[in-house]
Each structure stands twice: as structure tokens, then as C-alpha cells.
């Protein structure tokens, strides 16, 4: 996901990390992620999980300067991801 869907195909990714939690009896994955072109890195974070044979992602993203000022609170949003 984080190589062949989310960025475009000309960027450099590098994972950063990638977890597994089980929260309310459904199960998140958890991944973040950096993908560099030749004019600048974009951060990302990924929560996703499945409910129903149906696939629920959610991404938040900044560019490495942003990042260094949002990236705590980025994290917060990224697992506050939940399923109802």
C-alpha cells in the first residue's frame, strides 16, 4: 500500500513503521511512512482496518518540514481511527 497506492509512482518511499492493535474486538494496522521525490519528503500516516469484508483506511500526511512541527499531533488524529 504504502509503495503502489498511495504515492505517486516517481517518489522514493521509506517505511518508517508498521503496527498491529486490537481495540473494541477489531483489529487496526497501523503504518507510517515517508515518500521523497527530488523536491521534497512527505510524511504519512496510516490507520486501515477491515469491517464486514469491507476495507477502511485513513491517511494523514505533511511535508517533512511540516511534519517536524505537526507530527505529534498528526499521530493523535492517525489513532483516534476507529470503526463504529
Do not use: C
Not at 508498521?18 to 521525490?37: I, L, R, V
Not at 469491517?51 to 511534519?67: C, D, L, P, Q
Request: proline share 4%; net charge positive; no cysteine.
Amino acid at each position: 500500500l504504502a509503495e503502489k497506492v498511495l504515492p505517486p509512482p516517481e517518489k522514493a518511499v521509506k517505511i518508517i513503521s508498521a503496527k498491529e492493535k486490537q481495540d473494541g474486538g477489531k483489529t487496526y494496522y497501523q503504518f507510517e511512512f515517508t515518500a521523497q521525490n527530488a523536491r521534497y519528503t512527505r510524511h504519512s500516516l496510516v490507520s486501515a482496518a477491515i469491517n464486514n469484508g469491507k476495507y477502511y483506511i485513513f491517511v494523514t500526511s505533511a511535508n517533512e518540514r511540516r511534519w517536524n512541527i505537526m507530527g505529534d499531533r498528526l499521530k493523535k488524529v492517525a489513532d483516534s481511527f476507529k470503526l463504529v
